[in-house]
């Protein structure tokens, strides 16, 4: 099975210089989560919980950090810790708008764990 939560919006103060912190930018996160299928769904222990998923994300979302690459680390770390049955997790975190003189577009990085 796999879960995927996308396009998930943060307004955050990650960056390496002090304007970014202060002011903070636009953030976008997208998880996926992939698990050994079940023979059955009906139970929350059956399922990777969405709600875990969001609560690992922005609580790191909220800590400001010098480099999105560090957050993205914490969050995968997070994750394989509260699902240490899954298989793959991928976290994408993208910068919206960095502070690059010219720079019209976004920056993303992506950290990955496979069993």
């Known amino acids: 099975m796999i879960v995927e939560l996308n ?7 990650h960056g390496l210089y002090d304007f970014e912190r202060k002011k903070g930018g ?5 998880i996926k ?6 023979n059955k769904y009906t139970d929350l222990l059956d399922v990777v919980n ?15 950090k010098n480099f999105i690459e560090e957050v993205a680390r914490l969050i995968l770390e997070d994750l394989k810790i509260q699902f240490s049955n899954a298989n793959y997790i991928e976290v994408k975190l993208t910068k ?5 003189p010219g720079m019209n577009g976004s920056a993303k990085v992506t950290a990955k764990y496979s069993r």
């Open 50 to 64: 969405y709600e875990d998923i969001y609560r690992i994300v922005n609580q790191q979302m909220i800590a400001s």
């Open 26 to 30: 636009e953030f976008i996160v997208n």
């Open 7 to 13: 396009n998930l919006q943060f307004y955050a103060y």
């Open 33 to 38: 989560i992939e698990s050994a299928d079940k």
């Open 96 to 100: 919206c708008a960095p502070p690059i």
